[in-house]
């Protein structure tokens, strides 16, 4: 069939720039499409907890909390009225989310069977060591080959460099009253280390914890991928985070894209987000926050497909769609230099720090999701708080450009205390830390704490949608800033 003519209002003179904008990305907020996502997400924490963390069946049904997806609010924060809520909660009362693992594929599929509804939704995840649990979600098996990854094995050396922590010293009594204060109004809490760049302090860990666990970090992850791009900065791969973000489906300048800085993305000031459409047909606007976690899609792809719904550094919207924009752009400068990808990714950060227990999520695509739901050990996420302590520098190397350090952890626009992929104190959030700490924050609390005037790292981590004690754990580094700061 011959394609219709351009119409004469438009400009036909050759531009050597690119296609234009791509496709916009629209969010199907059908019910039966957030049924799917529920059953998906249900399919991957599961799979991360028995596979990925080694819980055994009895902790991972204790552990496990159904949450059910939700459509994606509006620049306001406010989301349709839409909530499937009251109907998960009365499918797990009549027993008709059933979950199922398949120990030896290592493989969870989670169905919702509602008779009322329709055929049963099914979802589930694939998990493979180095890329974590895959979220396949309706699809049978992933879009890449994940084949093993060469890693390095953790050595012998001592603490930050090695896997050997030694022995800490009994801590002060001033410290085991504040630790067991917040254990026992903490009962998702895996592990706790409170170290020093040279030295670890304290470590403590639950029943289900201990010192071999790999936990989900969920938006800690940020924290490493923005840390990434810092490397590629230092490296020369990159040239300021004030560039244009040189997305591969961004690269005509022609596109108001264009416009979206790197320092955009990590600030999460991008502007980006896409039209939702609801039930009943309806068209609106949504920002998203859970969909990369729910979908067995492209995530890097899903990301770049963003429409830029606001001016780009107007205002602060938290969106895991800039990150996976950032990790497409992570993945394209490693393709740029004929490099393996999945080993690059590793190599150029976690491998470095002797963070051998880290695996990123991949996505059905094999991207790894640059927003989330990486794992490590405890040991290994204050191993990132090291290397922020030292301002960068690891082992007599630099990582990181002189300066990176103040510019990830300073909060530098006003009306939120977000800095590039950290969370700061300015708002007094832990009133008895000081104002200039900062962390790697994830999901349920998850958080790597930097106090650079203490030369202290905290790590703590914690299962999801279990509570944490946040003034408990205000008290307990407060504590430890006293007792070692």
Known sequence: MSRRPVEPIFDTTPHPFGSG???????????????????NFAAKRNADMLFVTGLDHVATATHFRP???????????????????????????????????????????????????????????????????????EHAVPRFDPVPITRPHASGKPWPFGADVGDPAEPPAAMTKALDRFMASSSGIYGVLIAKPDRVLL??????????????????????????????????????????????????????????????????????????????????????NSAVYQDGVDAFEAAQRSIVAALPGSVFRYVNSGMNVLGSVIRDQIARRDLPYHQTVYALLADKLGMTSYQHSADIAGNFIASGAGYATVRDYAKLGVLYLNDG?????????????????????????????????????????????????????????????????????????????????????????????
Not at 207 to 223: I, L, N, Q, V
Not at 233 to 257: E, F, K, T
Request: aromatic residues 8%; contains cysteine.
């Open 393 to 485: 520098v690891w082992h007599g190397e630099r990582l990181l450009p002189e300066g990176w350090v103040d510019y990830a952890l300073t909060a530098t626009h006003t009306g939120t205390s977000y800095a590039a992929c950290f969370r700061t104190n300015s708002d007094g959030l832990f009133p008895d830390l000081p104002a200039d700490t900062a962390w790697a924050a994830g999901a349920s609390d998850n958080k790597v704490f930097i106090l650079r005037r203490h030369k202290l790292t905290v790590a703590v981590t914690n299962e999801t949608d279990h509570k944490m004690d946040l003034g408990a754990l205000n008290h307990l580094i407060a504590t430890a800033i006293a007792t070692w700061g």
């Open 203 to 288: 470590e403590h860990y639950s029943e289900f914890g201990g010192p071999e666990k790999a936990t989900p970090s969920w938006s800690m992850t940020k924290a490493l991928t923005c840390t990434i791009v810092g490397r590629m900065i230092q490296l020369g791969w990159l040239h300021s985070m004030h560039d244009p973000a040189p997305a591969p489906l961004w690269s005509d300048p022609r596109g108001i894209h264009r416009l979206i800085t790197l320092d955009h993305l990590v600030r999460m000031r991008s502007g980006i987000g896409f039209p939702v459409r609801l039930e009943d047909g309806r068209v609106t606007l949504g920002f998203e």
């Open 21 to 39: 904008p791509v496709e916009p990305l629209v969010y199907d907020a059908s019910l039966r499409a957030l049924r799917q996502r529920t059953v």
């Open 67 to 137: 949450r059910a997806a939700v459509v994606p609010a509006g620049l306001d924060g406010r989301s349709d009225d839409t909530d499937i809520s009251s109907d998960l909660n009365a499918a797990v009362e009549a027993g008709q989310i059933r979950i199922g693992s398949d120990m030896k594929e290592r493989r969870v599929t989670v169905a919702w069977n509602d008779p009322s509804y329709g055929p049963p939704i099914v979802g589930s995840a694939l998990t493979r060591p180095g890329y974590g649990s895959i979220l396949l979600g």
